[in-house]
């Protein structure tokens, strides 16, 4: 343990700007949603009634566990910090344990601090990747305990158990035990596995390359080496989480149009007074879908970011190859690949649910409004690419959470806020609204102008 206070502050002082920021936004955002529904909710008792019977709704946000001000915020709220929550931890933890190893810092200060994803992989990059899959199997494993009914699923999900204290219900704070004997038993395998590998590298080795280099003739073909595992993942993932949730869709329960919350839900998410709850479901889960698949460009094209770091750019560059050849290869997996991960959600959810091209269609409806933040990702590698992970990673929250919690919660109204953002404006062809191309054109037109804009920079600015 020498050394452990020193290194300690040392964690501290780097987390000195980041952490308090992490702490003001989730704080903002519980008690914001509070200030919000205390001003525009008169009868919060009937608000948490009509909620309660809203299936689609209770898979998303959980179950209605407390039928007050303080327990609807909760509600509201509460899934979307955790999951924030999580993400926070994942990418602290890794950035002080595989990313310190994988810069050498570690070895000079002979740190073992780590979790188990950071033990098992070689890469700062592929360990975020395992903690997201599991991060994302958790949420999905809760989602369809609460959309199915079946409750007792929701003691097999680590995010669940967080559902599970229901605060300002019961109160059933006996859960957390199940969280912190979860947490050290994940620590001490970490500190076990740590002792069973080389400094260095992971317990799953990676893949060596190709004996020859006929395979990387080009930076394409580089590109592709280097993006497929990523790739691969994201597809199979979708694929999976496809099937689970459109599976929900059958069973989903029809609500009358009445109370003034309910006629706001329908009002958002579907465009046809014809349109069912479940065409709702459906549209809100392929929207979802969407949501978060801006994760996958952002993640590709931060392999740019670790490649310059990492010296392997400049070597590649020595050779003839242009900036604008190199960069455009990783472009290309970024925005492609963004269509083959909606397209596989689609298909295996619109093939359970019985609706499989509506719901194909609406899966890709999304890749626009995803291209925009991969967009954005260049255009923060090419102008400031020191801060291209921190501007990501800001873009991909700011997107997920404004329109529907942030804006709101600023006093913005939904119908104002959700223009700020891509994804609300799709047209919503699950739902009741025809195809039409006009949004589609625009958000392609700024996904150009932003990558534009950064593939000059990146001619102009010094690599490294």
Do not use: C
């Not at 290194?7 to 919000?36: D, M, N, S, Y």
């Not at 007074?273 to 479901?281: K, L, R, S």
């Not at 923060?380 to 404004?402: E, M």
């Amino acid at each position: 343990m020498n050394g452990t206070w020193t290194l300690t502050k040392l964690v501290l002082r780097r987390e000195r700007f980041i952490a308090p920021l992490w702490i003001l936004l989730l704080a903002a955002l519980a008690a914001g949603q509070v200030q919000r529904y205390a001003t525009a909710i008169p009868d919060i008792a009937a608000f948490a009634r009509e909620m309660a019977a809203n299936q689609a709704l209770t898979a998303f946000a959980g179950q209605v566990h407390s039928a007050t001000l303080a327990g609807m915020a909760v509600w509201k709220n509460a899934d979307a910090i955790y999951t924030i929550l999580g993400l926070i931890m994942i990418l602290t933890v890794i950035r002080h344990s595989r990313g310190e190893e994988e810069s050498g810092r570690a070895e000079l200060v002979g740190a073992g601090l780590g979790a188990v994803a950071a033990q098992l992989t070689q890469t700062a990059r592929t360990a975020v990747g395992v903690a997201a899959l599991g991060l994302g199997l958790s949420y999905v494993l809760r989602f369809l305990a609460d959309g199915s009914g079946l409750t007792a699923l929701t003691w097999l999900s680590p995010q669940g158990w967080s559902h599970l204290v229901r605060p300002y219900g019961d109160d059933n704070v006996a859960v957390l035990l199940l969280s912190l004997t979860f947490t050290t038993t994940a620590v001490a395998l970490a500190y076990r596995l740590l002792t069973r590998r080389d400094l260095g590298h992971g317990l799953i080795p990676e893949r060596p390359g190709p004996a020859s280099s006929d395979r990387l003739r080009s930076p394409l073909s580089l590109a592709w080496r280097l993006q497929k595992g990523l790739l691969g993942g994201w597809i199979a993932g979708y694929a999976i989480a496809g099937l689970v949730l459109g599976a929900l869709a059958t069973s989903i329960e029809e609500v009358a149009r009445q109370g003034a919350a309910v006629e706001e839900f329908f009002r958002r998410y579907t465009a046809s007074p014809e349109a069912t709850m479940t065409d709702a479901y459906l549209w809100l889960i392929v929207l979802s879908l969407g949501y978060v698949s801006a994760l996958y460009p952002l993640l590709a094209l931060l392999r740019l970011r670790n490649e310059e770091t990492t010296g392997h750019a400049e070597l590649l560059l020595s050779a003839p190859v242009s900036r604008l050849r190199w960069v455009t290869g990783h472009l290309l997996f970024a925005l492609a690949g963004t269509v083959l991960i909606l397209a596989a959600a689609g298909l295996t959810m619109g093939l359970v649910a019985g609706a499989p091209g509506k719901v194909l269609t609406g899966a890709l409806v999304q890749a626009p409004a995803t291209w925009i933040l991969a967009g954005a990702g260049a255009l923060a590698f090419g102008l400031l690419p020191r801060a291209a992970a921190a501007i990501s990673w800001t873009a991909f929250l700011f997107v997920n959470l404004f329109g529907e919690v942030l804006g709101p919660i600023l006093g913005i109204d939904y119908w104002i806020a959700k223009y700020a953002v891509p994804y609300p404006n799709l047209p919503m062809v699950i739902s009741g609204e025809p195809f039409t191309a006009t949004t589609v054109l625009i958000m392609a037109g700024i996904t150009t102008a932003l990558t534009a804009t950064g593939l000059a920079a990146i001619r102009r600015r010094a690599v490294g």
